[in-house]
């Protein structure tokens, strides 16, 4: 492609749209953040680099986001978010067994992560940064997962389909016993040798949710 | 202490003593650069500076180990084995019971993970070099837990204690679902705030072990 050996000449500041507000462009400045940290990585990107993709001014993102940190959370959070939606979706279309429905919403925290650590090879970054940055958003996500495993655990407890004396702890134990498969940096970072296959790990967890405790 | 006041006067060339040889210079090197790796970190310490603290030649320090990463495997190899040490005396330890020598095996694999990341904040960054640059060495130390905890899953089964149809895929389950405690950048990075305790995830797999297929 010949425009790719035409260097992008930097805009004259006269050249800068006018400042827009409202809903879409927070969305653009989510959506361009999003990519230059796909494609530059995270901690190269600044908020200049962003406004510039924009053709916007940086007070302008500012008005937005107060930084750069606060960008990261959000499109994090929206990333999460569509975790979050091929879970319940998950949900939706599984049998109507609670082993099953646990199986689906394992296979698409799964599918979920290696899907977007697959078109994301910076992906760790964001991650990373996310983790000691800003736990709290994080936690909530994994606690929102949490609440659809505990919610299942208990409808197959009331069916006889499970064999639990605590739900909730049963439903933690689930969760915490698949990080391997979901987990961005160990998906993404970790050769998938000597882990067991996601469908023996599934057969093995529904194992002891069913069992005779 | 007056004495920190004091700075270290670099050594000149002629106070370097004479070139030592055996096995006990190998592991004086693999000492002092896991006490550089501990201090400054994997990344920042050079061969100079471990040469330069064992006051002896770069080029004697390259006689034992061709590079700073044949030193770097040296010394997780070492930690390795500690850890492969603590899972052997546990096995020995416990109770007859394969149930209770898993538990044992469990408890052991978090203990020294969790301390040697306390005492050695910079873990972290040695894990990371080892498994993108010596993931081999990394793998061999996995497969020889995964062996402890298949022989455990087999004796099991032989003594009526586990109904499992794949003792090996079982094991390799139990072990996968650990992960999250026994892992140095899980252990050091996350918080534990939302993980069930370690011995209701203990309680979780082995009921999943004993339970009818």
């Keep these: 492609m010949t425009s790719a050996a035409v260097p992008m000449t930097p805009l004259p500041e006269t050249d800068i749209v006018p400042e827009e507000s409202g809903p879409t462009t927070r969305c653009r400045i989510l959506e361009t953040a999003e990519a230059a940290f796909r494609e530059i990585g995270y901690q190269k990107t ?5 406004a510039r993709s924009l053709r916007m001014s940086p007070a302008n993102v500012y008005r937005f986001f107060e930084s750069k940190k606060a960008i990261h959370e959000a499109v994090i959070q929206r990333l999460m978010g569509e975790t979050e939606q091929s879970v319940a979706l998950a949900v939706e279309n599984a049998g109507a067994g609670a082993a099953d ?3 689906a919403v394992i296979r698409a925290l799964h599918r979920t992560c290696a899907e977007r650590c697959e078109a994301n090879p910076r992906m760790q970054e964001m ?17 929102r997962v ?3 495993f505990e919610t ?7 069916t006889g389909e499970f064999n639990v004396d605590d739900p909730k702890l049963a439903a933690a134990c689930l969760h915490t016993a698949v990080v391997r498969y979901c987990h961005p940096t160990l998906v993404s970072q970790y050769p998938d040798a000597g882990i067991p296959p996601l469908e023996a790990m599934i057969a093995f967890l529904l194992k002891g949710l069913r069992g005779v405790p």
């Design 46 to 50: 600044t908020v200049a680099d962003i």
């Design 101 to 103: 429905r646990i199986g």
């Design 127 to 143: 991650v990373a940064a996310a983790v000691s940055e800003s736990w709290d958003v994080c936690a909530q996500h994994i606690e």
């Design 146 to 148: 949490a609440i659809v």
């Design 152 to 158: 299942l655990v208990r409808e197959g407890v009331a």
